[in-house]
C-alpha cells in the first residue's frame, strides 16, 4: 500500500479485549473462547467513547466472544457495522490454554525461556508467532485497504496476535517483536501511514492520540 507523500495517510487503530476471568488468574487464553468480565464491558464502554471520537470508518474483529462484545460497544457509539474474521484471533497455544504463568513456566520452562529470547516456539505444540502474523496481517491489510485516504480502520483483537501483526506491518524481524511489549485490556496502538510505509504512532494507548509535532515528522 503507498501512502501518501504528506505522510498522513490512513490510520490503524489495534484495540486489545477488555478483561476477562482469565486475565485476572493470568491464564493463558489462546484460542479459548472466554467472556468479558463486568469491569471488561465497562473498559470497553469506556474505550469505545474515546475512540468514537477518531470518527472510524470502518471495524473488523476477531470473532472470539471477548473481542466481539469489545467492538459491539464502539459499534453502538459509532453505529458503524462489525465485520469479524476468524484469522484475527489469539495465538492457538495447545497445552498452554488454560493454565496460569506459574503452571506454564513450571512445566514448559525451557520452551518458556525460547520463547522469551525470541527463538521460534510453537507454544504448547501450537502456533508459531510468524504463522499468527501471515493470518491476520494481510485480513488487517485488506480491510486498511477499503479505508478513504485519511480515514481510520479500528482492529478488536488480542495481545499476541496484535503484537505479531504490529511487528509485521512494521518490517521488524520476529526475533524483534516481543520488544514491542504487551497492551493493557482494552488499550491500543495506532499505526500511520506514511511515505515509506507503516510506522507506529502510539502503543499501550488509553488516551487519544495526540499530534506529533517533531524533528522527523
Given at each position: 500500500?503507498?501512502?501518501?507523500?504528506?505522510?498522513?495517510?490512513?490510520?490503524?487503530?489495534?484495540?486489545?479485549?477488555?478483561?476477562?476471568?482469565?486475565?485476572?488468574?493470568?491464564?493463558?487464553?489462546g484460542s479459548t473462547d472466554i467472556e468479558l468480565t463486568e469491569t471488561g464491558i465497562g473498559q470497553?464502554?469506556?474505550?469505545?467513547?474515546?475512540?468514537?471520537?477518531?470518527?472510524?470508518?470502518?471495524?473488523?474483529?476477531?470473532?472470539?466472544?471477548?473481542?466481539?462484545?469489545?467492538?459491539?460497544?464502539?459499534?453502538?457509539?459509532?453505529?458503524?457495522?462489525?465485520?469479524?474474521?476468524?484469522?484475527?484471533?489469539?495465538?492457538?497455544?495447545?497445552e498452554w490454554q488454560g493454565l496460569t504463568h506459574e503452571e506454564i513456566v513450571e512445566r514448559y520452562?525451557?520452551?518458556?525461556?525460547?520463547?522469551?529470547?525470541?527463538?521460534?516456539?510453537?507454544?504448547?505444540?501450537?502456533?508459531?508467532?510468524?504463522?499468527?502474523?501471515?493470518?491476520?496481517?494481510?485480513?488487517?491489510?485488506?480491510?486498511?485497504?477499503?479505508v478513504p485516504e485519511g480515514g481510520t480502520l479500528v482492529v478488536v483483537s488480542h495481545g499476541g496476535?496484535?503484537?505479531?501483526?504490529?511487528?509485521?506491518?512494521?518490517?521488524?524481524?520476529?526475533?524483534?517483536?516481543?520488544?514491542?511489549?504487551?497492551?493493557?485490556?482494552?488499550?491500543?496502538?495506532?499505526?500511520?501511514?506514511?511515505?515509506?510505509?507503516?510506522?507506529?504512532?502510539?502503543?499501550?494507548?488509553?488516551?487519544?492520540?495526540?499530534?506529533?509535532?517533531?524533528?522527523?515528522?
Amino acid at each position: 500500500m503507498n501512502g501518501s507523500k504528506s505522510g498522513k495517510g490512513r490510520r490503524i487503530v489495534l484495540w486489545r479485549h477488555g478483561q476477562t476471568a482469565w486475565n485476572l488468574e493470568r491464564r493463558f487464553q489462546g484460542s479459548t473462547d472466554i467472556e468479558l468480565t463486568e469491569t471488561g464491558i465497562g473498559q470497553a464502554r469506556r474505550a469505545a467513547r474515546l475512540l468514537a471520537s477518531l470518527k472510524p470508518d470502518a471495524i473488523v474483529a476477531s470473532d472470539l466472544r471477548r473481542a466481539a462484545a469489545t467492538a459491539a460497544e464502539l459499534s453502538a457509539v459509532s453505529g458503524l457495522t462489525v465485520a469479524h474474521d476468524a484469522a484475527l484471533r489469539e495465538t492457538y497455544a495447545g497445552e498452554w490454554q488454560g493454565l496460569t504463568h506459574e503452571e506454564i513456566v513450571e512445566r514448559y520452562g525451557e520452551q518458556y525461556a525460547a520463547w522469551k529470547r525470541g527463538e521460534p516456539v510453537r507454544r504448547g505444540g501450537g502456533e508459531l508467532e510468524t504463522e499468527v502474523a501471515d493470518r491476520a496481517a494481510p485480513v488487517v491489510l485488506e480491510h486498511a485497504e477499503k479505508v478513504p485516504e485519511g480515514g481510520t480502520l479500528v482492529v478488536v483483537s488480542h495481545g499476541g496476535t496484535i503484537r505479531t501483526t504490529i511487528g509485521r506491518l512494521l518490517g521488524l524481524e520476529a526475533h524483534h517483536w516481543e520488544g514491542l511489549g504487551g497492551l493493557s485490556n482494552c488499550c491500543w496502538s495506532v499505526l500511520g501511514e506514511g511515505a515509506r510505509g507503516w510506522r507506529l504512532l502510539e502503543h499501550n494507548a488509553g488516551t487519544l492520540p495526540e499530534l506529533v509535532l517533531g524533528d522527523d515528522d
